[in-house]
């Protein structure tokens, strides 16, 4: 069986834990990270505080094959990533002159004041993420990589970087959609869990248009496994009395 | 200075996490518990399995006043969050009369099959949460919050509890909005936030209609002190020959 590659994502910013800022840059990065064969196992959003952030990345980094940052390395007294990260791996922070270079790119020489030239501070020994969209660089020290937390800016660095990442074995999945609640089927479908032990059947119900229904999520690294499992689902489904769809499209 | 009174979140689904479902009930929590003066401090998503459903409950419980989890309390084999808080607590999960009256309210006695019964399974010494959509219960153990994780069901439940918090001195915030780049007063801000520890200053930079601005947040429990604050923020940004607004209002 395949390894897993696995990764956790560590979202800083109080803006977040505040409720103010609705988070954009979990959905992006667990699909992207799928692509690659990589799979998101956890994420933690925390408040910019140095010992946190700390204490939450030397965890992760050590648990996980990677670990990806949103948030804090911009040019304020509130965007301390940088520093702590630098801290975490016991590192000093410097000044990197490709760094200072890149914002050059974006900031006329008399208006990079010392707040920008912050952004140029990278820990010892990182490479950096390219920034396509104002150019203050992301970086990767180990495996940890510090990207910016808006999400334009986010998006360009992972994607830049994505094709770096050595994922292992893609996760294919089927959705069934059932025209009723979870509840009529569960049972069936808790045995069908028991006989498939290498695919993962998740249920997740919804109210549309004052109807209830259920998407059963079926995802395994065997497509066949996974096509036939979705199958199954539709003919318990139909058994039940309710109508499916899905369940013979190609897992994906 | 008043005691913070402090909470995590837990979202269990791998849903989240595989990035299929955008989670939607962070934003929700966090402002309904800072309207009660409880402060969200670290939210984390985790995946459907019982482990590191246990471990994590178990070490956040003991680490902040109130814990808030959301999914996996319906009747399907991948609901297994009753049964992991009842691990975490070492209390027997039972089948609970007044939860079985609650889910008959919505479930004819014929269709309340096994499946659908294990949402009545509820640890020992739990208190139930009312769910007024559906009816299938939440539940509190100590200082653990239980509610279910489709948005509408969770809302619902959480208005329910909100009252029953004891919160702390709710924060205050006045948001100056400026039209320029958080780069220009980046320094100037940083040194305001040194001479007012009290308060909180956060800087949240956004892209619109093709134009830079920023978002200034001052916060604190002191309205006196954030209203000072505020303006202070509004006279270096026009010192720095930026247009502010928001300054001038009340604390809310």
């Known amino acids: 069986m395949a390894v897993e590659v696995r990764a956790a994502l560590v979202i800083i910013g109080n803006e977040v834990l505040s409720g103010r800022t609705q ?6 990065i667990a699909l992207g990270l799928a692509e690659v064969g ?7 959003v925390i408040p910019d505080e140095q010992s946190v952030i700390i204490d939450t990345v030397n965890l992760l980094r050590r648990q996980f094959d990677y670990v990806f940052t949103t ?6 007294h509130d965007d301390i990533t940088s520093e702590s990260i630098a801290k975490a791996f016991d590192v000093p922070l410097l000044r990197d002159p490709r760094a200072v270079e890149r914002l050059l790119r974006q900031i006329k020489p008399e208006n990079l ?3 920008r030239l912050r952004m140029a501070n990278i820990p010892q020994g990182a490479d950096l993420i390219d920034n396509p969209v104002s150019h203050a660089p992301g970086f990767r020290l180990g495996n ?3 990207m910016a937390g808006v999400p334009r800016i986010m998006q360009a660095m992972f ?4 094709g770096d990442l050595r994922g292992g074995a893609r996760l294919l999945a089927v959705e069934v959609t059932i025209a009723g609640g979870e509840g009529v089927i569960a049972d069936g479908l808790g045995a069908l869990q028991r006989q498939n032990a290498d695919v993962e059947i998740g249920s997740y119900p919804f109210n549309r248009d004052g109807g209830y229904g259920t998407v059963i999520v079926v995802r395994g690294r065997d497509g066949g496994q996974v096509a036939q499992t979705a199958q199954a689902v539709g003919h318990l489904a ?3 009395g309710l109508a499916a769809t899905g369940q013979d499209q190609a897992p994906k």
């Open 71 to 76: 948030g804090g390395i911009g040019p304020t």
């Open 159 to 162: 994607d830049g970087i994505k």
């Open 144 to 146: 940890v990589f510090v």
């Open 238 to 240: 139909k058994a039940c």
């Open 113 to 115: 004041n010392e707040a």
């Open 38 to 44: 990589v799979r998101l196992k956890e994420v933690r």
């Open 23 to 28: 988070d954009a840059n979990l959905q992006f």
